[in-house]
């Protein structure tokens, strides 16, 4: 009885070695027949002969050009702002607009306004005449960010860039997409120690 379990266990290791060994070793003999000299812009495929090409690592989108267009569109939603046209700056924006206004508490979250005539019913508080002077005093040519998302001063200002069609030829859209009108006020009228 003992001899028949061992016999059992030996043959039961001897075949999930000669398994593991049979499937490794096709994929070892393949590459081995395959080891022919590749151009560096091809990879191998799965199949013998098969090769894909290898894209360049060139970067193709135009950051200089989004970078230029998003500074152009803060300088017209500055102008917008400063002349209070306010449909205008209703239209620059994204929705839903995430937004809190200058008398919100400190640790408030955002509201999110979701058309233009939301916005437009509550402009002034949005818009307080600090928010205003901020939008104001940032120089366009700060405006920084990625290929979808910029901001003006430290995140107070979110401009939000859609990207369409193929890069390098692409378009973009900017909107924005972020108003902190609470953080912005607070900046300015607190002192370190949140006393206005």
């Not at 393949?30 to 690592?57: C, D, M, Q, W």
């Not at 200089?64 to 620059?92: G, P, T, W």
């Not at 509201?111 to 005093?137: C, G, M, Q």
């Amino acid at each position: 009885m003992p001899r028949s379990r061992n016999f059992i266990r030996i043959c039961v290791l001897i075949a999930i070695v000669a398994f593991v060994l049979g499937s490794v070793s096709v994929p070892i003999f393949t590459l081995l027949n395959n080891s022919v000299e590749v151009e560096p812009t091809k990879i191998p495929g799965r199949h013998p002969g098969e090769y894909f090409e290898i894209e360049t690592a060139e970067d193709t989108f135009p950051w200089d050009r989004q970078q230029s267009e998003a500074k152009e569109f803060y300088r017209e939603f500055q102008i917008a702002v400063a002349n209070d046209l306010r449909k205008e700056v209703a239209a620059m924006m994204m929705y839903p607009l995430r937004v809190n206004y200058f008398d919100d508490r400190r640790d408030l979250g955002y509201r999110f306004l979701n058309s233009p005539a939301e916005l437009l019913d509550v402009y002034d508080r949005v818009f307080h005449p600090t928010v205003i002077t901020f939008i104001a005093k940032v120089d366009p040519d700060e405006i920084k960010g990625n290929d979808y998302f910029l901001q003006a001063g430290y995140g107070q200002l979110g401009i939000y860039c859609s990207t369409h069609g193929d890069c390098p030829s692409c378009t973009f859209d900017f909107k924005v997409k972020i108003i902190a009108s609470n953080s912005i006020y607070r900046d300015a009228t607190e002192d370190a120690f949140g006393n206005p």
